[in-house]
């Protein structure tokens, strides 16, 4: 199953309902062709790199203590939830991309600093449905290290259980949809 690698603080608050959407450009070995969507279902690989509170919005301050807290022993990762891609779009324009704070846990500053990395190319604006699984412990493998957003796991993507009621997240679809179109 692929996996993408992104920041466990951002990990915790995708499960715990407080992140729908990711902003991604991709990672350094990505810079030609950006980020792409590689999978329409994927699990969630935790990174505790390139993670400070600095990047992150006041109020999300503990998620990452709590990734910090909580790092599986070394050589090895926990996966404990899949998502589900519910509607991607390219967005260019910093106000439709301030627009999206609510849905995020990412600062001000940080947001801007992703803009301008690679300023010719979009954000990849990606709206997630997050299923908490049950927890598997992983070995680390060579090919799992680097800048880069995806990897190959072989892990179970049993169909676990909804973060948000099917309500909310409809509402909040519906809210991004008519932002970034």
């Known amino acids: 199953m692929k996996a993408l690698k992104e920041w466990a603080t951002v990990v915790k608050a995708l499960e715990n309902g407080n992140q729908t959407v990711l902003l991604r450009k991709g990672g350094i070995l990505e810079t030609a062709s950006g980020f792409m969507v590689e999978a329409p279902k994927f699990a969630l690989f935790p990174t505790y790199e ?16 709590d990734a910090r807290e909580s790092k599986p022993k070394e050589g090895y990762n926990r996966i404990t939830s899949v998502a589900e891609v519910m509607e991607e779009r390219d967005v260019s324009s910093m106000e439709k991309i301030e627009q999206l704070s609510p849905f995020h846990i990412w600062s001000d500053s ?3 600093e992703r803009m301008n990395w690679m300023p010719s190319k979009p954000m990849k604006a ?56």
């Open 126 to 181: 990606v709206f997630l449905k997050v299923f908490k699984i049950q927890s598997t412990e992983i070995p680390v493998l060579p090919d799992y290290h680097g800048c880069k957003s995806w990897i190959e796991l072989n892990v179970n993507s049993e169909a676990g259980r909804a973060v948000l009621s099917q309500t909310e997240l409809e509402a909040q679809l519906s809210e991004f949809r008519g932002i970034v179109n």
């Open 50 to 65: 390139h993670q400070e509170n600095a990047s992150l919005k006041s109020q999300y301050y503990g998620y990452l203590a």
């Open 110 to 112: 940080y947001i801007v």
